[in-house]
């Protein structure tokens, strides 16, 4: 994985103080990396309606954020961290993805914001748009975790032969062993895997034997996979909690990370190299929808945001 040098760290006039000073200042300080705070004043859809209005309470919510980030600034100067404050006014998620870009930043961070009246879903459209567009890994936190991570889970998709799914692989791995590392947690690694058309060949005159004998060579391949990602990662298989499943990923991976209580999921957002507006998958999507534990999610390598500074 890449070294971390530089933390975006987005923050709002919501945003809870101390909450976001725990879930900074261990990674900043074990990496020696910069933090930036930004904060960032959206635009209301109906603002031509309010005309001067709207200046003066953008100005109160500025004002607002400001002293948050001064106070949040304050605290991770006394750990040491070197802090630079920021401000802009836009669309939330635009705004920190071209911060991002302007700072060459390695790593974005941010209190995850539902949008559900129900709390449905963790991460509201801010985040959603942060884990399709942005170029570097999104880390989003659950706002009232101010407890320590104590179990990492990383979700691992294999191909041996696709390379940039391979590594994929490799940096979702590394993230969450340094990650699980630096706090001295449980790190738990999910591998779900299927036999393409399994259902279909056994609804046709294919024997059960032959489709069953397909299934246990595609088990054999994924567990051969999967060993040797772990090998060339420096993961230890008696130092991580190994969970290897046979179904649907989009199903298994949040019923995962709710049975061990993760506290942290890694996974990567499927982006094919150079293409912009080939965002996410649908897997990737469908997990993030469904998981309610902080996420931090990993882009390919060569991953080419269609945002513009």
Not at 187 to 192: D, F, N, S, T, W
Not at 227 to 244: R, V
Not at 253 to 264: E, Q
């Amino acid at each position: 994985m890449k070294s971390i040098k530089s933390i975006l760290l987005a923050v709002d006039s919501n945003s809870d103080r101390q909450t976001f000073v725990n879930e900074v200042a261990d990674i900043a300080k074990e990496a020696s990396a910069k933090v930036t705070l930004l904060g960032v004043s959206d635009t209301p859809v109906y603002a031509q309606a309010m005309g001067a209005e709207l200046s003066e309470l953008r100005q109160l919510i500025q004002g607002d954020c400001l002293q948050i980030m001064e106070a949040i600034s304050s605290d991770l100067t006394e750990k040491g961290i070197q802090v630079t404050i920021r401000q802009s006014s836009g669309k939330r998620y635009l705004e920190i993805i071209r911060e991002s870009l302007r700072g060459n930043h390695d790593l974005v961070m941010k209190s995850a914001d539902s949008e559900s009246a129900i709390e449905a879903f963790l991460f509201g459209s801010t985040d959603m748009q942060l884990f399709r567009m942005s170029p570097c890994p999104v880390w989003a936190f659950k706002p009232t975790s101010n407890k320590e991570i104590q179990a990492v889970m990383v979700a691992v998709d294999l191909l041996a032969s696709d390379p940039e799914k391979s590594a994929l692989a490799d940096s979702v791995l590394q993230w969450g062993k340094y990650v699980a590392s630096l706090h001295g947690a449980e790190l738990h690694v999910a591998h779900v895997w299927s036999l393409y058309g399994e259902a279909t060949l056994r609804g046709r005159s294919v024997s059960s034997a032959t489709v069953d004998k397909l299934v246990q060579d595609e088990e054999q391949k994924h567990c051969q996979w999967l060993d040797a990602a772990l090998e060339k990662n420096g993961l230890a298989q008696d130092q991580t909690k190994i969970h290897f499943h046979k179904g649907e990923p989009k199903q298994l991976i949040p019923d995962l990370a709710s049975a061990i209580n993760a506290d942290l999921l890694v996974m990567g957002t499927v982006g094919r190299t150079g293409i912009p507006g080939f965002f996410i998958g649908n897997t990737a999507d469908s997990v993030l929808r469904q998981v309610h534990c902080s996420v931090l999610a990993i882009k390919p390598e060569g991953f080419v945001t269609p945002v513009k500074i």
